[in-house]
């Protein structure tokens, strides 16, 4: 079956240092989203990428779709304490199931 | 305007037991979808309801089965219940169609003795 594997699983930056957590699928997406869990809460949306070669931003966070829509990637510039949490990659191959990725934890250390 | 609102916030079972969790969607929403989360993973798609019907299921046993109200909330049955199925089980609701964007409700922890 389908699996959605994400590196690293955890991630130790010092404030103001970089983040990227990257995602790989074993199959072709449809399209892919984003979420941030806080320790001890729900996952929240970030984004979707639908398209090929896809670069969206906000703010800090960047979010890239592979060419070949089997990989994504999500780049934080200069974390800030307020980005810990478990980062989330979920997969669609157009069907109506998103597969969630392992997970990147990352903390942040002021 | 309401968010996903989930119940019971934690439950505690005994192995063989049967539970029923429920789900009501974000305003606007149409349809829901169940996630079982264990610790330290992320989380698994259960089934997911649209039009009182269950549109897709993943990787989960019969023991655990779902209905949808004509007012859009949910409910999740679980049967039989293992100490396996400890676990976090989180609603998100969206839209049939695009953006598919999903909200999550803040989840029932289910704890099985």
């Known amino acids: 079956g389908q699996q959605v594997m994400q590196i690293p699983q955890y991630q130790h930056v010092q404030e103001g240092e970089d983040f990227t957590t990257y995602c790989n699928s074993s199959?072709?997406?449809?399209?892919i989203q984003w979420y941030k869990q806080r320790p001890g809460g729900h996952p929240v949306f970030l984004i979707q990428?639908?398209?090929?070669?896809e670069v969206k931003k906000q703010k800090r966070l960047t979010f890239q779709f592979g060419e070949a829509k089997k990989n994504s990637s999500l780049h934080i510039t200069a974390t800030q304490t307020t980005d810990v949490g478990t980062y989330f990659c979920?997969?669609?191959?157009?069907?109506?199931?998103?597969?969630f990725g392992t997970g990147t934890r990352l903390k942040v250390l002021a | 305007d309401a968010g996903v609102t989930q119940s019971p916030t934690h439950l505690i079972k005994t192995r063989g037991q049967q539970v029923t969790l429920r789900c009501s969607p974000k305003?606007?929403?149409?349809?829901v979808s169940w996630y079982q989360q264990a610790l330290g993973q992320g989380p698994q798609f259960i089934f997911q309801?649209?039009?009182?019907?269950?549109?897709q299921r993943g990787n989960f046993p019969d023991r655990f089965s779902g209905h949808q109200f004509p007012n859009y909330s949910s409910e999740l049955n679980v049967n039989a219940l293992w100490l396996g199925d400890s676990a976090l089980y989180l609603c998100?609701?969206?839209?049939?169609?695009?953006?598919?964007?999903?909200?999550f409700g803040p989840g029932t922890r289910l704890t099985v003795t």
């Open positions: 998100a609701s969206s839209l049939a169609g695009p953006p598919y964007e999903q909200y």
């Open positions: 199959t072709t997406l449809s399209n």
């Open positions: 990428l639908v398209k090929s070669g």
């Open positions: 979920a997969g669609n191959s157009g069907t109506y199931k998103y597969i």
């Open positions: 305003s606007g929403h149409d349809t």
């Open positions: 309801y649209y039009e009182e019907e269950e549109r």
